[in-house]
């Protein structure tokens, strides 16, 4: 087994001591090389294939900081954006939570040198909401996907129709009430501009009343409702006429009556007996 197997003590050392995050400081992100200790970093960096990739760098420096600066931006977005996307989260708690995968773009190989200077800028292009408290940055993100943006048009419509409508209910029971007062108003002023007024005669009657005592139909009607009548036909001030007693019958023209009918009488006696003798 050679000195450099990879079942050694030493080979499995290396591989658990470089299983888990090491400094940001000893990372070197054109090389993608983590290295454990400073020692192990100035070697890395005084090696040839190090002095080759740095050559490259130094022909178009500008061109790997926007490329390496996009993608890190690209990713952390793309981070907040599944773990935290409608929630107000610290910064640091979204960048811990980033670097936790070993492969990462780094943000010494970004153009910005600090996390906070990485958030004002989101918070400048308008991708977050950031604002700063005695506890930190905190951000929330900004959804820009066309669907997302489209549904919000919908609702913020939708909320706006539902707005005007209760405007407009509002304001039609408001007219209502409205012209209910003004019709309690208008009755109250017409009942009292309401007065007694004097009877109104007619001067072609020149004040003559004509009433009719006799049989209507096959009943006679009511002197009651004559009278009542009668009276109702009467200008004012005026009393109705009592009508006329009847005449009483005369002793004299009893007797009279009583004469005649005895003397009927004696004539059917008379002209009975006549009828029997002559049968």
Known sequence: ??????????????????KGLQKLRWYCQMCQKQCRDENGFKCHCMSEGHQRQMQVFGDNPDRFVDAYSQEFEDSFLEHI?????????????VYNEYITDRHHIHMNATQWL?????????????????EETPKGWFMTYIDR???IVLKEKLKSKRHKAELAEEERHEKMLLEQ??????QAKLGETSQQKVMPSE???????DGKVAFSLGMVGPSAAKPGASQAS??????EGSECPKPKPKPKPSIFAQDEDDEKMSASQNSRDKDGKGAKNEG
């Open 145 to 147: 996907d066309p669907e």
């Open 81 to 93: 954006k599944r773990s935290h996307r409608f929630s107000r989260v610290s910064a640091n708690v």
């Open 199 to 205: 009877l109104q005669r007619d001067g072609s009657a």
């Open 177 to 182: 009430a409205e012209r209910a007062a003004k």
């Open 1 to 18: 087994m050679g000195k450099n197997d990879f079942l050694t003590p030493k080979a499995i050392a290396n591989r658990i001591k470089a």
């Open 230 to 235: 009668a009276s109702s036909h009467l200008p």
């Open 114 to 130: 600090t996390l906070t200077e990485f958030v004002k800028y989101l918070g400048r292009t308008g991708k977050c909401k950031v």
